[in-house]
């Protein structure tokens, strides 16, 4: 005959408690590098929203040049390799 199935429940389960520490993909730095970027980002589009003046300098120019950089140092944190230990 066939045998019947027993769905694991938590109780059959047997769990294995890992003591082993957990290892980030990123360093610190990393993460500090790419808060910062955020940071910069929203800085960018403060300055985008700006006055009632639509086509200042600081709008069509500096804002978005500030946006460009805020993702450029995100994608240097996403890059950068952590420091060897």
Do not use: H, W
């Given at each position: 005959?066939?045998?019947?199935?027993?769905?694991?429940?938590?109780?059959?389960?047997?769990?294995?408690?890992?003591?082993?520490?957990?290892?980030?993909?990123?360093?610190?730095?990393?993460?500090?590098?790419?808060?910062?970027?955020?940071?910069?980002?929203a800085l960018g589009f403060?300055?985008?929203?700006?006055?009632?003046?639509?086509?200042?300098?600081?709008?069509?120019?500096?804002?978005?040049?500030?946006?460009?950089?805020?993702?450029?140092?995100?994608?240097?944190?996403?890059?950068?390799?952590?420091?060897?230990?």
């Amino acid at each position: 005959m066939a045998q019947k199935y027993v769905r694991p429940t938590a109780a059959t389960k047997q769990t294995e408690v890992d003591n082993a520490p957990v290892t980030l993909l990123y360093d610190k730095t990393n993460y500090t590098i790419l808060a910062v970027s955020v940071l910069i980002v929203a800085l960018g589009f403060f300055v985008m929203s700006g006055t009632t003046d639509i086509y200042s300098t600081a709008k069509i120019v500096v804002a978005p040049l500030i946006v460009l950089a805020g993702f450029g140092l995100g994608f240097y944190a996403i890059l950068k390799k952590p420091a060897a230990k």
